[in-house]
């Protein structure tokens, strides 16, 4: 059956593949065209006279400037670019053997970036990414100029990833801020950035960045060639990524984890893993990802770590719950009457009288419910908040229950596991799916239903892989070692040696 | 592909549509909090069940501030045959399905229990619905009916406010016996099986029903009652008492008397066989502490403590004493289970003997050993008003 969807799916890439192939053309190389009032007219023809495409010319035509309105830096390419040509605008003019673009290149040397390109699909790349191009009449290169210069955020707190002791700093759209954020944290020659670019239309800029020397060269290579493998017209976020190279498509489990935090990334590099930085967007990619990602904070290093062995079981307890506690609440109304203590039985048959829905509807509707309030929380602007936790918070919670739809001891555990939820948020879809079923089975045959689904979980969760990495390590396969950063946090100094989860080989399986 | 997917919601579908087997909603359930067997006039059984009505209508309990975790109870009757019977001439009068899964309480009348635990017994056995931990009584001169329709006054459910009384171990004179031990003395037939008692004494409210002594129940008939004492000896000697109070004479001022609070006993059962007769003896140790005392006895002494320590001896002995006589001499039932001991350990002896039990039983001679160590003596030395 699964291996029915697997063929599908690898059916379905194949020609999504096939199609994007035909789309692959224009990577043959054009010339820059001889005359200077040519380039003029194919310029003008590539950017179909978008008003933020400008081209100022120099003399009768002899040099040519082209750039984007907006992302360079106008005063920059006054000052030292616009004055020296006009300068040597006669001189070329008059003397032939000047009339060349090495000449005008002399006049650049103390510029950042400055190349040849001869590619004209190149020259209009580099045009769009920011770049102002000179061409001169009569010669077939023209002169890159890296002035880039645009409007970004500055350097903010992460709000997805708040704590209260660290660093509070997070990533931002720009791919080079990242960088060198990274870079600030691990001053180290082995950090390696390699550069490329995705989407045919948006040529986003993405880097891998990993460690050499710690890095499995395996996962390394898996991860360039994967993203080379991507054809996509668009990548507007890391999510995009993700989603192209993620090990199992189908899974609820993330197999690619993202962080707002650079040194959340710094220390998953230094472990061994690869990020990935997309320029658009403050979420880094890391990968490979394993379970025990999902329950290890930064905070938590940076805290004493009692309070880490103490935090890290709470976290597993509340992603226990998050999954299972209204599983639970429907098999003991339903099926296990028996093993509620007496005095708390009658609590709960009290306040379940009067309440006409099943448990499992009723578990359902709440669920629903509590998915609606979140999204709208997320959607409205924010100055409508307060009425969503009005109508959320008052009418929900309370009139329903007092109207007798739904019970009390349903808002309270549907309510305890929608909190529990929110300390791995970054797991919630999978939650709400591993919670939905459980709950189904558990209407069905009780808590031997819960059980059953569970091991179905954990039987699929251990055979999914991260980039070669099972997903359960180190718990299976058995990483003594490494579990002592697992379940508890052992002291730092009991750590000094990297994990070996990540960076030992497993052996290669999977086709 | 589309042919095996249909097969698989074809057979995914089987899951649901079988129904939910023995999904009972928990408002569907008549929990039973307490059940209660007589004898009915013609030889029936009468079973009555005290069954938890929530004191809610329509969830408009919220409104009024705080849910209760307590709750009322309606009592049932129905007479039957057998218990199977009787439970189900329970469903006229009854809209939901009674629930046995939470009984707190069983109480037997006295005429029931006279008749014997075998008439009924095996029902709460054999059904995998009822659990086996609830607590079993007799009434005391009385039906089993009246206890259960009492009206209760601390926790409104009255199996519970019995179950309570039954479980507070500090007053150390009453016998808290689950189900599942009723069922292993049972299997043996020399051995005599004590219960909880229950004492109506004419009373309509729990308050004034006394859970106290020891019910005896020879080959499965209620033969007598242990009273308090005898009930402590017992506890002693089985090893099950918690906590009680000892109150003994002043050994140096008459009239005056002291109380030692026990906080912890062992209490060990001997038997031997010698020349076909059995030799049985009961060692006790226990420790406490003195609670309370009259006088003005200067407690630094340890001659003083060791006379305080030789008077609760003496009391134990004699609790056990009273107890062992009466069960020798108007029982004929060994309430210790001195014969498992002997069948433990001394089979093959044991196996010449095993037929005239009883009568050697009866007249056994049992040694009792008592050694009581005082821990503490409180926070004074001796009384303010001491000399």
Request: net charge negative; hydrophobic share 45%; aromatic share 8%.
């Amino acid at each position: 059956m699964l291996g029915d969807f697997k063929r599908f799916y690898r059916a379905m890439r194949l020609k999504a593949a096939e199609g994007n192939m035909n789309a692959e053309i224009e990577s043959i190389p054009v010339p820059i065209p001889q005359s200077s009032s040519q380039v003029v007219e194919e310029l003008k023809k590539a950017f179909n006279g978008s008003f933020d495409f400008k081209i100022m010319t120099f003399g009768n035509n002899t040099v040519i400037m082209a750039f984007i309105d907006g992302i360079v830096d106008k005063l920059l390419i006054s000052k030292s670019v616009i004055e020296p040509i006009n300068a040597i605008t006669k001189e070329m003019e008059t003397d032939e053997s000047k009339k060349k673009i090495a000449f005008v290149g002399t006049k650049f040397t103390s510029m950042s970036v400055n190349t040849e390109l001869t590619d004209f699909n190149e020259c209009i790349n580099s045009i769009l990414s920011g770049g102002t191009l000179i061409f001169v009449d009569g010669d077939t290169t023209a002169l890159y100029l890296n002035l880039q210069k645009f409007e970004k955020r500055a350097v903010e707190e992460s709000d997805s990833e708040a704590i209260t002791r660290g660093s509070r700093e997070g990533f931002t759209e720009v791919l080079s801020v990242n960088v060198t954020m990274i870079r600030r944290i691990i001053k180290d020659s082995s950090l390696v950035f390699e550069n490329m670019t995705i989407g045919r239309q948006t040529k986003t800029n993405v880097a891998i960045c990993y460690m050499k020397g710690v890095a499995n060269q395996e996962i390394v290579d898996e991860v360039r060639k994967r993203l080379k493998n991507i054809k996509t017209e668009a990548i507007l976020e890391s999510g995009y990524i993700e989603e192209l190279i993620a090990d199992a498509p189908f899974s609820p489990f993330p197999t690619v984890f993202n962080s707002e935090r650079p040194d959340t990334a710094a220390g998953k590099l230094l472990e061994g893993r690869v990020a990935i930085i997309c320029d658009g967007t403050p979420i880094v990619l890391t990968v490979p990802n394993l379970f025990v990602d999902y329950l290890q904070f930064g905070e938590d290093y940076n805290n004493r770590w009692l309070y880490s062995v103490i935090i890290r079981p709470i976290r597993l307890i509340a992603f226990g719950a998050s999954t299972m506690a209204p599983a639970y609440y429907v098999a003991i109304i339903c099926f296990h009457q028996d093993i509620v203590p007496f005095k708390l039985l009658v609590t709960l048959t009290n306040s379940l009288q009067g309440v006409a829905l099943p448990p499992l509807i009723e578990m359902l509707v709440l669920t629903i419910l509590f998915e609606i309030i979140k999204e709208s929380g997320l959607r409205m602007s924010r100055a409508l908040g307060q009425s969503v936790s009005i109508v959320g918070g008052l009418i929900v919670g309370e009139a329903a229950v007092q109207a007798g739809i739904f019970s009390a001891p349903a808002v309270v555990v549907i309510a305890a596991t929608s909190i529990s939820a929110f300390i791995i948020s970054k797991l919630d879809a999978t939650v709400l799916i591993m919670r939905v079923s459980l709950m189904l089975a558990a209407n069905i045959i009780g808590i031997l239903g819960i059980v059953l689904v569970s091991i179905a979980f954990f039987i699929y969760v251990c055979s999914l892989k991260s980039f070669g990495v099972p997903y359960l390590s180190p718990i299976t396969p058995l990483c003594g070692k490494d579990m002592k950063d697992t379940f508890i946090r052992m002291p730092l100094w009991t750590m000094l040696q990297k994990p070996e989860t990540i960076t030992r080989r497993y052996a290669q399986k999977d086709p | 592909m589309l042919k095996k997917i249909a097969c698989m919601i074809l057979i995914l579908m089987m899951v649901p549509l079988t129904g939910c087997w023995n999904n009972r909603d928990l408002t569907d359930l008549g929990i039973v909090a307490g059940i209660g067997i007589d004898k009915a006039s013609d030889g029936n059984i009468e079973m009555t069940v005290q069954i938890l009505s929530s004191s809610k209508s329509g969830g408009s309990q919220m409104s009024s501030g705080s849910a209760q975790s307590g709750g009322s109870t309606v009592e049932l009757t129905a007479e039957g045959a057998t218990d199977f019977d009787a439970a189900r001439n329970l469903i006229p009068s009854l809209s939901q399905k009674a629930y046995f899964s939470q009984i707190q309480i069983m109480v037997i009348g006295q005429d029931a229990a006279k008749e014997g635990l075998d008439g009924f017994w095996d029902f709460f056995e054999r059904d995998h619905e009822v659990n086996r931990l609830y607590r079993v009584l007799v009434v005391k001169n009385g039906t089993a009916k009246s206890v259960l329709e009492a009206n209760a006054d601390i926790n409104q459910i009255g199996a519970v406010e019995v179950m309570d009384s039954v479980e507070n171990t500090a007053f150390g004179k009453s016998v808290n016996l689950p189900a599942f031990k009723v069922t292993e003395m049972l299997s043996n037939p020399l051995t005599g099986l004590v219960t909880g008692v229950i004492d109506p004494n004419g009373a309509t409210s729990l308050k004034d029903m006394k859970v106290q002594g020891g019910a005896v129940f020879k080959k499965a008939k209620l033969v007598g009652y242990f009273d308090n004492d005898q009930t402590r000896g017992y506890l002693f000697a089985k090893n099950q008492i918690q906590s009680t109070i000892l109150t003994i004479k002043n050994p140096k001022e008459n009239g005056r008397l002291v109380s030692l609070e026990l906080i912890r006993s062992i209490g060990n059962l001997t038997a031997s066989i010698e020349d076909g007769k059995p030799k049985l003896g009961i060692e006790i140790k226990a420790y406490g502490n003195i609670a309370e005392e009259q006088g003005g006895l200067d407690l630094t002494h340890e001659k003083d403590l060791k006379a305080l320590e030789s008077g609760a001896n003496t009391l134990i002995a004699s609790d056990i004493k009273d107890m062992l006589d009466k069960s020798q001499n108007e029982f004929d039932c060994d309430v210790l289970n001195f014969n498992e001991l002997l069948d433990k350990y001394h089979y093959s002896d044991f196996e010449k003997i095993k037929s005239n039990w009883d009568e050697l039983y009866k007249n056994a001679e049992v040694t009792i050993n008592v050694k009581f160590l005082i821990k503490r003596p409180g926070l004074v030395t001796k009384p303010a008003y001491g000399e």
